[in-house]
Every structure is written in C-alpha cells, then in structure tokens.
C-alpha cells in the first residue's frame, strides 16, 4: 500500500503516521506545509521508520500533480487543515480555502491519477449545536447544523467528497468525525506541538508545566450540570487505531461511510481543569473567563457504528490517562 497522509507533521496525523510505520506494510509519504506542524515531529518519526516528504501547500496544484504524477499512491489521508474553531469565526476564508477548496484540489488531482480510496478528517463540529442529547451521545444520522465556519468548511469538504463517490463508483472513502482530542503518544516522542494551541488539555498541560501562567473557562452559564461545556475527549493513540481500521476497512472493500470517533461520555471543562491539577499536582490559576464564539454547550458522541462495523475498541478511554500523557510530554519539551 503507498499511502499520503496530507498534513502528517501535525498532531493527529503525526500519530497516524505513527501508528502505520508501527504496524507495517505500507510505504509512506507525508506532504505538509509546515504551517502548524512541525519539524521536530518529523524528526521524531523518522526515528521510528521511513517515509518520503513533500513540502507542500494543498493550494499549489502543480506542486501537487508533480508528486502524483511520480508516485501511484493507493490510499489518501486528508488531515492538513486549520481546525481553530474561534480562529474560523474571525477567518473565515481562511477555513474555506485551506479546508473546502483544498480538499476540492486534492480529489481533483486524486482523481486524475486514478487514487481510489480516501480517509477524510471530518469533526463533531458538524453538528452544531446539538438538538436534543440522548443519553449515548449524537449519532452519524443526527442533523448536521455547524455553528461556526469550521464546522461549516468541514460538512462542504464531506459533501464535496460524497458527490465525488457518487459520479465515480469505484472511488470510495471513510469520513471519521473526531469529537475532542488529546493526549500524546503513551512513549512521549510525539505530542501535540501546534505552537498557540488553543484546546483545553493542552493549554491545561501547559500551566501545569509552568509554561503558562493562568488559564480561563470560556463560559459558566451553559445549560450542562456544572455550567461549563461538556465535550468527548478521545485519546489520540486510539484515534490513530481508529484510522488503521478505517483503511484495513478500505482495503477489503467494504462501502463508503461516515463514523464518529469518541468515546461516548462527556466531561466538562472544569471537570477537565480539575483533573489536569490532579494529575500534575500543580495547582494553577484559573480564571472564569465570557463565553468564546462558536462554542456549543454539549457534543458527546455515539460511536456504536464504528465499533461495529469496524471493530474499532479503544483501549485508552480514560481522562486521567489522555490529560497525563498531555501533561508529560508538555513537560518533557522545554
Ligand atoms: N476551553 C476553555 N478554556 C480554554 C480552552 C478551551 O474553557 O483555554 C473550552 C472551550 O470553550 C470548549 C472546551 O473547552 O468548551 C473544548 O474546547 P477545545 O478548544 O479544546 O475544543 P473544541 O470543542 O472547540 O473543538
């Protein structure tokens, strides 16, 4: 299998990379800008196996037939994005060029040398704020109502991508829904090393390793038991297996299908905060800040398809242990 990983030096598809060199059998390439991820995670990988790189914008048409022309890929994981959803507020074009219109360049190119399968990044920021929460959190089916333009430039990309499949049969794809995640790898070579981070266990990490002097709760007066939002916080070693699943899925042929990846229980912002000081043992400041654009006050996922259909089971659903591997391996890049 020759597989591309757009966006592989960021920090999901840097643990995706990860979790194909560990398993084997595949030779990669990664192809990034450079914009959020890092060299330093390439570094890292390069230590644990090979893989071609290319640096490159998604943008750059040229560019990109140039790799595609010299290299048959078979298999395509789509992670370059932005992915701030406050920064998509502010920016919106931002997120529609680097997410939708990218993705439209990237299939176009794809398709013209003939690469047949595709995984693609999508997000729990596509359904919005949620209408009612059963009990077992959102699923595949519930309404798609992004609030903010990420969300917004993620269900284009999603739709673009099943409007490909339906006019080229023989092109198929697995979108995987990413509710919140976090957490490092268990060895603490890669971690998440976006320079201005703004998700919350990182920046929890962060003041616990004194890099940071305080923080802020975006808001207190959500509808949710303590006031804070609540989200499913998944460990990024378990997202990773999740698209191992997702191309072995690919691999034997099965049809094109959308899947969350959570773990099917919310934690709230403060939930979170107190158990980063648990953790750490680091009791930092924190400060009740206005509630931040965007935002919806609850998004849990249902991931009962995913584990049934792919076989897909976590082995990390455990918030203590997704906030200590972020905290260690924030402590462990000074
Ligand atoms: N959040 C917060 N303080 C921070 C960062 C995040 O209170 O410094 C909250 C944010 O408002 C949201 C939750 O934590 O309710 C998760 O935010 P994050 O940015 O990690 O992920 P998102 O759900 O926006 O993708």
């Not at 190119?109 to 999508?122: H, M, Q, R, T």
């Not at 998944?234 to 042929?253: C, K, N, P, S, T």
Request: proline residues 4%; negative net charge; contains cysteine.
């Amino acid at each position: 299998m020759r597989i591309l990983i757009t966006g592989g030096a960021g920090y999901i598809g840097s643990h995706v990379a990860k979790a194909l060199i560990e398993r084997g059998g595949c030779e990669l390439s990664i192809l990034d800008n450079l914009s959020t991820g890092s060299q330093a995670t390439l570094e890292a990988l390069a230590r644990m196996g090979s893989f071609q790189f290319f640096h490159n914008d998604l943008s750059n048409k040229e560019a990109l037939s140039e790799i595609f022309s010299r290299n048959r890929f078979d298999l395509i994981l789509h992670f370059a994005a932005s992915v701030e959803v406050f920064e998509s507020v502010q920016n919106p074009l931002k997120y529609y060029f680097n997410n939708t219109l990218n993705t439209a360049q990237l299939l176009d190119v794809a398709l013209e040398y003939g690469v047949k399968k595709l995984i693609f990044s999508s997000t729990a920021a596509v359904y919005g704020e949620p209408r009612e929460i059963p009990k077992e959190g959102i699923d595949e089916e519930h309404p798609l109502k992004p609030i903010n333009p990420y969300g917004q430039s993620k269900i284009m990309s999603e739709r673009i991508i099943q409007d490909v499949a339906r006019a080229h049969p023989d092109f198929k794809f697995v979108i995987l829904r990413y509710f919140n995640v976090a957490g490092a790898d268990l060895q603490g070579r890669i971690g998440q090393a976006t320079p201005k981070a703004t998700h919350l266990i990182k920046i929890a990490a962060e003041c616990a390793s004194l890099k940071r002097p305080w923080m802020e709760i975006y808001g207190e007066d959500y509808p949710t038991p303590d006031g804070s939002c609540v989200r499913d916080y998944i460990h990024v070693e378990d997202l990773a297996q999740a698209h191992v699943r997702a191309m072995e899925y690919l691999i034997r042929g099965a049809s094109s299908d959308i899947f969350n990846c959570g773990y099917g229980r919310g934690y709230s912002v403060k939930e979170v905060v107190q158990k980063s000081k648990e953790v750490s043992g680091v009791d930092f400041e924190v400060r009740m800040g206005g509630k931040r654009a965007g935002d919806p006050a609850i998004l849990v996922a249902q991931s009962a398809k995913i584990r049934e259909k792919m076989g897909w089971e976590p082995l990390y659903d455990d918030l203590a242990l997704i906030i200590k591997s972020a905290y260690e391996w924030e402590r462990g890049r000074w």
